[in-house]
C-alpha cells in the first residue's frame, strides 16, 4: 500500500510538474506575443501545440503571429483548428481568417465564413463595406487594367519593399538584406535582419547601378525604412524604431515601436536627423507621405482614437520644424483593419493599402480622389492586387507608371518583392452642373435625371430641384450619358464626357404636342383646381396664378380652343346656382381674354350643383372643404 502511495505522489508530483513547465511556456510565449516578437512566440506556441495542448488563446496567438508575419498558409491552418475549437472570437479575427482563406484562392468558402461574420457582427465597418461590395471579385476583375507588372529587377532572397521616388531616376527601397555584415541583429517578428534604406539609379524598364546603403546618419543599427522625399530632394522623412542615440525606448509592453524621422542632403551626404514632435512611445508613427503641394505629412499609427490596427492620419507642416494636431482621415478610409502606407499622387489622389476592405486577400491597394465630395474609396483590381500582400504603390501620373511592393507568388524572389507597373491608368475626376429649362419660356422643370455608364446601365436618379442638379466625382475621359424626363416634355438623352475638371450644362425641352380631344386642360397639365368663394365669382389670387398657366398654353399653341366649365356646390337654389355658376365661367373667359386670347376661342358655360364630385348633394351634411371641392372650373379642349 505504501509503495502504491509513494507511486501516486510521483505521478502527481512529475503531473504538477510538466502543469508548471506548461504555463511558464505558455507565460513565456504570451510575453513575446505582446512584444511583437511573433518568430519567437511561435517557436514556443509550436511546441506546446505538438505537446498536445489545446486552447483559444494558443491557436489564435499562433494563427494572428504567422498572419502579422504575412505567412497566410500556416496562418490559415491555425485559424481552422481555432474556429473548430470555437467560433466565439473577435471581428478583428473573423477578418484576418476570411483574409487567410482568400489567400488560398478559396473565395466561396470567405464568403461563407464573411457572412457568419457579417451575422455575429453586423454593425462592424468590415461587414458594411462588404455587404455593399458582395461582388467584390467580379469587380476587382472587372477594373483589371491594361497595366503591365513586372518583377523590378532590384530584389533579393529576402525583404526588399517601400519604394520611394528620390529625384527623376533613383529610387530607395528599404531591405533585410545583410551585405556587409553577416552577424546582422536580427529583428524578432521576422527573424529577419533589420531593415536599411538602399538607392538605386533606374528607369522604369532598366536598372542604371547597384543598390547601395544610404549613409550611417539614416541608417543605424535598428530598422529604417518607408521612406519620402520632397521634390528638391534636399528633406527626407522615414520610418525608424523609436531609437536614437543608441537608445532604444519601448511601451508598457517592452515593445519596440516605430517614429517618423526628418533627415535633410546636403548636397553630398544625409545628416540632421530629427525625431518628429507627435511622435511618443506609447503608439507607433509609420511610412509617411507627403502631399502633392507638400504642405502636409501623412502617415500610419495606432495614435489614441485609432479605429483598427492602425489608421492613417494627416498633419500639417508648419514652419520653423513644426507641426499641427494629427487628424484621423476618418471612418470613410479607416476600419478596424490596418490601413497603412499611404502615398498622393500629384493629382491628389490618396493611395493606401487595407485588409479590412472587400479584396482578394491580404493587404489590398485601393485610392481615393481627396478632392472629390463623395470620397468613394476604388480599388485597383487585378493584377495590381493578388491573393496575397499588395502595399506601397507610388505613382507619376504624367508617365502612368510606379512601383509596388507584393509577397505574391508569382516572380517573386523572396519574402516581399518591388514590382514595376506601367500603363496604370488612375482617372481624374469631374463635376457637371447642369440646369433644365423650358425651351419656350425659359423656366426651370422639375425633372427627373438618370445618370448611366456607356452601356445606359443606370448609375444614380435624383430630381432636379428648381431645375438644377449635378453629378460629381466622375471620371474623366470616361462617357456617360444623361436622360431627362418629364411627362409633359420631350425626354432629353445624350452624353457626356469631359477632360476637364467642372463643366455646366443648359438642357431645353420642348413641350409635347397636347392631343386635342374632349379632355380636361388642367389635368393634362397638373394644374390645381380654380376655386372661388361662396357666392362670390371673381377670380381669386391663387387661381390666377393657376389660370396663367393655362394662358401660356393657349398662347403657345393658337389654334386651341377651350370650354370654360363652371361648377358649384350644392348649398343655395338649383337656379341660383346655375346663373351663380354661368357668371363664373364667364368671369374666367373674360380674364383669359385680357391675358390676349382671341374670344373666338373661348366658351363659357355653367353647370350649377348638377356634376358635383363628391356626396354632398343638398341635406347631406359635409364640411367646408368638402363643399369647396365642387366650386370649380374646368378647361376642355373642344379643338
Avoid at 532604444?248 to 542632403?265: C, G
Wanted: charged share 25%.
Amino acid at each position: 500500500m505504501k509503495k502504491q502511495i509513494n507511486y501516486i505522489l510521483v505521478v502527481l508530483f512529475l503531473s504538477s510538474t510538466a502543469i508548471i513547465a506548461q504555463e511558464k511556456k505558455l507565460n513565456s510565449a504570451q510575453k513575446k506575443y505582446d512584444q511583437l516578437a511573433y518568430s519567437e512566440s511561435i517557436k514556443i506556441y509550436e511546441e506546446l501545440a505538438k505537446d498536445g495542448y489545446k486552447s483559444k488563446e494558443l491557436y489564435e496567438n499562433l494563427a494572428n503571429a504567422y498572419y502579422y508575419k504575412a505567412d497566410f498558409a500556416p496562418a490559415k491552418i491555425w485559424y481552422d483548428s481555432l474556429f473548430v475549437f470555437t467560433e466565439d472570437v473577435s471581428a478583428n479575427t473573423y477578418n484576418k481568417y476570411v483574409n487567410s482563406i482568400k489567400s488560398q484562392g478559396d473565395y466561396t468558402k470567405a464568403d461563407e465564413w464573411m457572412k457568419k461574420m457579417a451575422m455575429k457582427y453586423p454593425k462592424d465597418t468590415r461587414v458594411k463595406v462588404y455587404n455593399a461590395n458582395k461582388e467584390y471579385l467580379s469587380k476587382s476583375k472587372k477594373a483589371k487594367t491594361t497595366a503591365q507588372i513586372k518583377n523590378a529587377g532590384i530584389n533579393s532572397a529576402y525583404f526588399d519593399f517601400s519604394p520611394a521616388y528620390f529625384g527623376e531616376k533613383s529610387v530607395v527601397f528599404s531591405s533585410t538584406k545583410s551585405t556587409e555584415n553577416s552577424l546582422a541583429t536580427k529583428h524578432n517578428w521576422t527573424n529577419e535582419s533589420f531593415t536599411n534604406l538602399y538607392i538605386v539609379d533606374m528607369e522604369q524598364d532598366s536598372i542604371l547601378s547597384a543598390p547601395k546603403k544610404l549613409n550611417y546618419k539614416i541608417n543605424k543599427s535598428y530598422n529604417e525604412s518607408s521612406a519620402v522625399f520632397t521634390k528638391d530632394g534636399k528633406t527626407m522623412y522615414f520610418t525608424r524604431n523609436n531609437q536614437l542615440k543608441l537608445k532604444v525606448k519601448t511601451d508598457t509592453l517592452n515593445t519596440v515601436l516605430l517614429k517618423i524621422y526628418k533627415a535633410t542632403f546636403d548636397g553630398k551626404k544625409w545628416g540632421d536627423v530629427k525625431e518628429l514632435p507627435f511622435n511618443n512611445d506609447n503608439y507607433s508613427c509609420a511610412h509617411p507621405a507627403l502631399s502633392s503641394d507638400e504642405k502636409e505629412l501623412y502617415f500610419s499609427s495606432n495614435l489614441p482614437g485609432t479605429k483598427g490596427m492602425s489608421d492613417i492620419y494627416k498633419v500639417a507642416i508648419l514652419e520653423n520644424d513644426t507641426y499641427g494636431m494629427p487628424e484621423n482621415l476618418g471612418d470613410n478610409i479607416n476600419t478596424e483593419g490596418r490601413e497603412t502606407f499611404p502615398f498622393v499622387t500629384n493629382n491628389n489622389v490618396l493611395i493606401f493599402a487595407s485588409d479590412a476592405r472587400a479584396g482578394l486577400g491580404g493587404l489590398d491597394i485601393y485610392y481615393v480622389h481627396l478632392d472629390s465630395e463623395n470620397k468613394e474609396i476604388k480599388t485597383f483590381g487585378m493584377p495590381i492586387n493578388s491573393s496575397q500582400d499588395d502595399f506601397g504603390l507610388i505613382y507619376k501620373d504624367t508617365l502612368q507608371e510606379g512601383f509596388f511592393t507584393s509577397n505574391r507568388f508569382e516572380d517573386n524572389l523572396g519574402k516581399d518583392d518591388i514590382y514595376s507597373v506601367k500603363g496604370l491608368e488612375l482617372p481624374k475626376i469631374f463635376k457637371v452642373t447642369a440646369t433644365v429649362l423650358e425651351e419656350a419660356t425659359n423656366l426651370p422643370i422639375e425633372a427627373q435625371i438618370v445618370l448611366m455608364d456607356e452601356n445606359k446601365n443606370q448609375i444614380k436618379q435624383l430630381t432636379a430641384k428648381a431645375g438644377k442638379f449635378e453629378f460629381a466625382d466622375l471620371e474623366q475621359g470616361t462617357k456617360y450619358f444623361v436622360s431627362v424626363t418629364h411627362p409633359d416634355f420631350e425626354t432629353y438623352e445624350g452624353p457626356v464626357t469631359s477632360t476637364r475638371k467642372l463643366i455646366n450644362m443648359v438642357l431645353k425641352l420642348k413641350r409635347k404636342e397636347l392631343e386635342l380631344s374632349e379632355v380636361d386642360l388642367a389635368k393634362i397639365l397638373g394644374i390645381r383646381i380654380i376655386y372661388f368663394d361662396l357666392d362670390k365669382h371673381f377670380i381669386r389670387k391663387d387661381a390666377a396664378l393657376e389660370l396663367q398657366k393655362i394662358a401660356n398654353i393657349m398662347l403657345e399653341y393658337p389654334q386651341m380652343k377651350i370650354d370654360v366649365r363652371s361648377h358649384t356646390d350644392s348649398r343655395g337654389t338649383a337656379d341660383y346656382n346655375q346663373k351663380l355658376s354661368q357668371k363664373r365661367a364667364e368671369s374666367t373667359r373674360t380674364w383669359l381674354i385680357e391675358k390676349g386670347i382671341a374670344p373666338e376661342r373661348l366658351t363659357a358655360n355653367g353647370y350649377g350643383e348638377s356634376k358635383l364630385i363628391n356626396q354632398c348633394a343638398e341635406g347631406v351634411k359635409c364640411t367646408t372643404e368638402q363643399h369647396q371641392a365642387n366650386r370649380r372650373s374646368e378647361f376642355i379642349i373642344i379643338e
